[in-house]
């Protein structure tokens, strides 16, 4: 079945450092959508990506659809402590197939 | 609107007891799905509903039951549990899109099976 790989697992940044996380999909992807969760927390919508080679901002977030439509990126520029938290991608490919979360990538920032 | 509701917040049972999640939405979505959340694992898909009436399993279904009376309850039954289903579980609603638009998540329920 699809699978959705994630990485890194974990990242530690100084406050000001940027961050990225990746995504890979083993199909190709009618969409992708980005979550966060807090520590404690649940996930929060951030963000769905459709077309192919899609490039979405928000603030200090860029959020990247692969030309192939089986990738994605997050990249947080400057990151502040209220960035810390687990980051979740989820694809589906196709609107009548499940989501399949990334096991998420959990960033801590040091101030 | 309150969105998506779980109760209980915290539980705790003993193996082979039964309980039931309650999950609650008054956003008027169609589509309903339970998660699972262990520590590195993401979140995995246990069953969801397209709508009153209708349900599906998902990736991890063994152990639980669901039903879909109403739009706005979808609750999730553990028949006899076990500890490997120590988790939290999250309960999420969607509309549009195909059966997975955007997720709205419910604060979830922590579960302890000793």
């Known amino acids: 079945g699809q699978q959705v790989m994630q990485i890194p697992q974990y990242q530690h940044v100084q406050e000001g450092e940027d961050f990225t996380t990746y995504c890979n999909s083993s199909t190709t992807l009618s969409n992708i959508q980005w979550y966060k969760q807090r520590p404690g927390g649940h996930p929060v919508f951030l963000i769905q990506?459709?077309?192919?080679?899609e490039v979405k901002k928000q603030k200090r977030l860029t959020f990247q659809f692969g030309e192939a439509k089986k990738n994605s990126s997050l990249h947080i520029t400057a990151t502040q402590t209220t960035d810390v938290g687990t980051y979740f991608c989820?694809?589906?490919?196709?609107?009548?197939?499940?989501?399949?979360f990334g096991k998420g990538t959990r960033l801590s920032v040091i101030a | 609107n309150a969105g998506v509701t779980q109760t209980p917040k915290f539980q705790v049972l003993k193996t082979g007891q039964s309980m039931t999640l309650q999950c609650a939405q008054d956003?008027?979505?169609?589509?309903m799905s339970w998660y699972r959340q262990d520590p590195g694992m993401g979140l995995r898909l246990i069953h969801y509903?397209?709508?009153?009436?209708?349900?599906d399993q998902g990736e991890v279904p063994n152990g639980y039951n669901v039903s879909r009376s109403t739009t706005e309850d979808f609750p999730l039954r553990l028949l006899s549990a076990a500890p490997s289903q120590t988790s939290v579980y999250f309960c999420a609603s969607s509309y549009g899109q195909g059966h997975f638009g955007t997720q709205y998540f419910g604060p979830g329920t922590r579960l302890l099976v000793l």
């Open positions: 509903s397209v709508g009153a009436g209708i349900t």
């Open positions: 956003m008027n979505h169609e589509y």
């Open positions: 990506l459709v077309k192919s080679g």
């Open positions: 989820a694809g589906t490919s196709s609107g009548n197939t499940p989501l399949v």
